[in-house]
């Protein structure tokens, strides 16, 4: 059964990096027909897709977050990670990898398994 | 603001149907991209409930269901349950950002 887990900093200090893994159990991320990505949810507030990397290391960011975000993969340790430069308080929040089903149609993206998610707090 | 717009709540009694607009536009859902949805339960990761526009993964109640039309999808909840109370998101690809977007969520309410 294919399992996800976030690990990282719970804590960051604002203009430095954030820096998450997500490492994979039950199945390798060096596959194709699956991305894998990252959501995150500030406090209070929704859901946020921040990005997905392809094992071809094709990557899909969000608009919003380009300038400030890497998502790489490591095929020797069957994770993969976040980066996330320049931090301030609003990028406190939960973060979430995900496993993404490339699907048959162009760009379906849906999130099928998930990991349980790390709290990153932003701090001044 | 998401390019995807959700009703911030809906109520219904248990036993009820209740359903989930999200309305999308011609970058998105009219430019035929599929609409997923997640439940997202306080404290827990999101859980797929509907791909693809109507399809439910393995483990998802049929009481769950899926539809789009142009440029609007929706989400239908039958015989509503109080394990139902929770958070609903919409997403799907938009070629003006040129990545996935979720919907603005909506809080469902059993009475």
């Known amino acids: 059964q294919l399992q996800l887990q976030e690990s990282g900093p719970g804590l960051v200090k604002s203009s430095e990096t954030l820096s998450l893994t997500c490492s994979v159990s039950g199945g390798s991320i060096s596959t194709n027909n699956f991305y894998w990505g990252w959501v995150r949810q500030p406090p209070g507030k929704g859901l946020e897709w921040i990005g997905i990397?392809?094992?071809?290391?094709?990557?899909y960011y969000s608009p919003s977050l380009k300038s400030r975000v890497t998502i790489s993969l490591d095929t020797s340790h069957n994770q993969f990670s976040l980066r996330l430069t320049s931090v301030t308080a609003g990028d406190t929040g939960v973060y979430y990898c995900?496993?993404?089903?490339?699907?048959?149609?162009?760009?379906?993206?849906?999130?099928?398994?998930w990991g349980l998610g790390t709290t990153v707090t932003v701090s001044s | 603001q998401s390019v995807l717009t959700q009703p911030p709540s809906v109520s219904g009694a248990p036993g009820q149907r209740v359903t989930i607009s999200c309305t999308g536009s011609?970058?998105?859902?009219?430019?035929?991209?599929?609409v997923h949805w997640y439940q997202k339960l306080p404290g827990t990761a999101p859980k797929l409930l509907i791909c693809?526009?109507?399809s439910r993964p393995s483990g998802v109640p049929d009481r769950f269901s899926g539809s789009k039309s142009g440029t609007s999808a929706s989400l239908a909840i039958t015989g509503l349950q109080a394990e139902d109370e929770a958070e609903y998101y919409c997403?799907?690809?938009?070629?003006?950002?040129?990545?996935?977007?979720f919907g603005t969520g909506t809080k469902v309410n059993v009475l």
């Open positions: 990397i392809y094992y071809s290391g094709r990557t």
């Open positions: 995900a496993r993404v089903d490339a699907g048959g149609t162009p760009n379906y993206f849906a999130m099928d398994v």
């Open positions: 011609s970058s998105n859902f009219g430019a035929g991209y599929g």
């Open positions: 693809g526009d109507t």
């Open positions: 997403q799907s690809y938009d070629n003006s950002l040129s990545g996935s977007v």
